[in-house]
């Protein structure tokens, strides 16, 4: 049985930031929410598959479901992952966002490229879990979210 992983250090742009894993009730609530977004976008996938050929994927198809998120459904789920996601600095650790939905990491309230980062990367790494063993974990590894690192 392998060692949970609580925490996964991470650097953007020269930036250390810590993704945590959410409490397993917050974690599975999120889970639905995104299964619900998710659902249709792997729909046309063939699950008896063991790798999934993402050249063959319908992009436009895939991404409908998040054109159709509603505000409120949205910045639920961006709150919940960027509240367990910490920016590592030499004072210590400081919550990217707090309780309340303000930003407390410096200078990321208009950085969106690094916000959505974090929240994907933040989503990413407390549902993949969840996907081991079936064909849609070799999806989340093939669209590769550590490119998502990457200076720019």
Same mark, same amino acid.
């Given at each position: 049985?392998?060692?949970? +992983?609580? @925490?996964? #250090?991470?650097?953007?742009?020269?930036?250390?930031?810590?993704?945590?894993? %959410? #409490?397993?009730?917050? *974690?599975?609530?999120?889970?639905?929410?995104?299964?619900?977004?998710? &659902?249709? %976008? =792997?729909?046309?996938?063939? &699950?008896? $598959?063991?790798? =999934? #050929?993402?050249?063959?994927?319908?992009?436009?198809?895939?991404? $409908?479901? /998040?054109? #159709? !998120?509603? +505000?409120?459904?949205?910045? @639920?789920?961006?709150d919940n992952a960027l509240q367990v996601v910490q920016e590592l600095l030499g004072a210590g650790p400081t919550k990217v966002l707090n309780q309340f939905g303000?930003?407390?990491?410096?200078?990321?309230?208009?950085?969106? *490229? /690094? =916000?959505?980062? !974090?929240? =994907?990367?933040?989503? @990413?790494?407390?549902?993949? *879990?969840?996907?081991?063993?079936?064909? !849609? $974990?070799?999806?989340?590894? *093939?669209?590769?979210?550590?490119?998502?690192?990457?200076?720019?």
């Amino acid at each position: 049985m392998d060692i949970p +992983e609580n @925490y996964k #250090d991470i650097e953007i742009n020269g930036r250390k930031f810590r993704l945590n894993k %959410m #409490d397993a009730k917050t *974690g599975s609530f999120m889970l639905f929410k995104l299964m619900k977004i998710l &659902t249709p %976008m =792997v729909k046309n996938i063939k &699950t008896d $598959e063991k790798e =999934v #050929d993402l050249a063959n994927l319908n992009l436009t198809e895939i991404a $409908e479901s /998040l054109f #159709d !998120l509603e +505000e409120k459904e949205f910045r @639920y789920i961006q709150d919940n992952a960027l509240q367990v996601v910490q920016e590592l600095l030499g004072a210590g650790p400081t919550k990217v966002l707090n309780q309340f939905g303000e930003f407390e990491a410096n200078n990321i309230e208009f950085d969106t *490229g /690094l =916000v959505m980062n !974090l929240t =994907v990367q933040s989503l @990413y790494f407390n549902i993949k *879990g969840f996907f081991k063993g079936s064909p !849609l $974990e070799s999806m989340l590894k *093939g669209l590769n979210i550590s490119q998502l690192n990457l200076k720019m």
